[in-house]
């Protein structure tokens, strides 16, 4: 089976369009293609409550960000920043770019 050319891919600028944190605005730290979902910097935090031991050494309630799903993204274009669609274009070499489908600037650097 072909793998999919993504959508999303990590240090991407994206908004949030529903939910709590509508309009925000961060960099994708992972995404996760199977299940469908993206973390986003500083956006969707939720608190873990943790023991003492392994990684943490002192237990107590620690923050961090919670998955979003992918349909509730839109990527911010670096050229007319304004969050915009995406489309794809392949170029000369064959090799597939994403495209921002307000301004047509290439997303993929």
């Known amino acids: 089976m072909k793998k999919k050319h993504p959508l999303f891919k990590k240090n991407d600028k994206v908004t949030i369009l529903t939910g709590k944190e509508k309009g925000k605005i961060g960099a994708i730290l ?22 003492p031991g392994g990684k943490a050494a002192q237990g107590g309630i620690v923050e961090k960000e919670a998955s979003i799903h992918l349909s509730n993204l839109m990527i911010v274009c670096t050229k007319c920043t304004e969050s915009s669609r995406i489309g794809k274009r392949i170029l000369e070499d064959q090799s597939r770019v994403r495209i921002c489908k307000k301004c047509g600037e290439l997303l993929d650097a």
Request: positive net charge.
């Open 30 to 51: 992972k995404v996760d293609e199977k299940k469908g979902r993206a973390i986003v910097e500083k956006v969707n935090l939720v608190k873990r409550h943790t023991k």
